[in-house]
């Protein structure tokens, strides 16, 4: 069974910068796996945030971007804002399979 | 403006089945490939399955856990489309979204389906 991992739980200041991560059991993540991200805060929708690896949606703020690093998907938020506080999920795709996989989501704090 | 609106959630027993449907305006429905998600009580997000555009041959899949048990179809001239669930179980229980797909982006506001005896 395919498992994607996320950090459960980030901290960062306002104004910082704060990468969270995606990694395949199945080995590096590449662009292959079109990765998606996406922000749920409590009792909302999710929100797409980014597709495809580093493709912003319209509404997008520009401090979120995503990309791969080391092997797993990234999504950066830079000059971090308090209502960045939510959580975050990423979202891979398995070609051989045409399966959608996501990770168990990290939860943002902004503090 | 998109929008997507997910209806025909409520109480189900175990065993038994529920149809749920979204509904699509703002954009030309038939162009694109329609997805469902799902999201346990105080869980992760979970996706559910596809369908692609008549133009692609209205292909689907499905995630492991509703494979034979769920099926997802789509009335282009309608905007609609639909999961139809069967052979419920209390783990099915959940809030269930449709997004448009390739790419993921809009959201409905979810529609919660109960399975309780």
């Known amino acids: 069974q395919t498992v994607v991992t996320q950090e459960p739980s980030l901290t960062v200041s306002p104004g910082g910068t704060v990468t969270l991560t995606c990694a395949s059991s199945t080995g590096a993540v590449t662009s292959d796996y079109y990765s998606n991200w996406f922000q749920q805060k409590p009792g909302q929708a999710p929100r797409a945030l980014i597709y495809s690896t580093n493709n912003k949606h319209s509404w997008t703020p520009a401090r979120f971007s995503g990309s791969l690093l080391g092997g797993k998907a990234a999504l950066t938020l830079s000059g971090v804002q308090p209502e960045d506080e939510a959580e975050y999920y990423c979202l891979l795709y398995y070609g051989g399979t045409q399966l959608w996989v996501f990770g168990g989501g990290t939860k943002l704090t902004v503090l | 403006e998109v929008q997507l609106v997910e209806s025909g959630g409520g109480l189900v027993k175990p065993g038994r089945s529920l149809r749920l449907s979204c509904t699509a305006s703002?954009?030309?429905?038939?162009?694109?490939?329609m997805a469902w998600f799902r999201q346990a009580p105080g869980k992760g997000l979970e996706w559910v399955g596809f369908i692609r555009s008549k133009a692609d041959g209205e292909a689907t899949e499905y995630t492991a856990s509703v494979k034979g048990r769920f099926t997802i179809s789509r009335d282009d001239s309608k905007s609609l489309a639909y999961l139809q669930m069967n052979s419920l179980k209390t783990e099915d229980t959940a809030v269930y979204y449709c997004?448009?797909?390739?790419?993921?982006?809009?959201w409905g506001q979810g529609t919660l389906v109960t399975v309780s005896s």
């Open positions: 703002g954009f030309t429905f038939g162009d694109y490939a």
């Open positions: 997004t448009r797909d390739r790419p993921i982006d809009y």
